[in-house]
């Protein structure tokens, strides 16, 4: 069974860093594109950032440049790098990933989501 696991969520200062980290385990054949969402409170989940098997990345507008996303394929793990955390980040954090698992002789790509990681941001 295939599982996601984040970590590195907690609470932090105004201005503060966090790095999040989604490791993926199970009967993994490949892993092709990896990415982040989050969830405010009372709102909808949405994009944060995504990042491709080659390495290409996409991030939500209103990120750009204070998050950074990137992946260890060798571990299959994603990671989130968040800088410069504002009070409106405060959200449950999850990951996902596209995955190929293969089993009998077949391959089954599906598109897996961890349990999510909440991140705080407060003084």
């Known amino acids: 069974q295939v599982q996601l696991v984040e970590s590195g969520g907690g609470l932090v200062q105004p201005g503060g860093s966090l790095r999040l980290s989604c490791v993926a385990s199970g009967p993994i054949f490949r892993i092709n594109g990896m990415g982040w969402h989050r969830q405010p409170p009372g709102k909808e989940r949405e994009l944060v950032a995504s990042i491709g098997s080659s390495g290409s990345t996409n991030y939500a507008d209103s990120l750009k440049g204070r998050f950074t996303i990137s992946r260890d394929n060798a571990k299959n793990t994603v990671y989130l790098q968040m800088n410069d955390l504002k009070p409106e980040d405060t959200a449950v954090y999850y990951c996902?990933?596209?995955?190929?698992?293969?089993?009998?002789?077949?391959?089954?790509?599906?598109?897996?989501w961890g349990q999510g990681t909440q991140v705080t941001v407060s003084s």
């Open positions: 996902n990933a596209d995955i190929v698992v293969r089993m009998f002789s077949r391959t089954f790509d599906d598109n897996y």
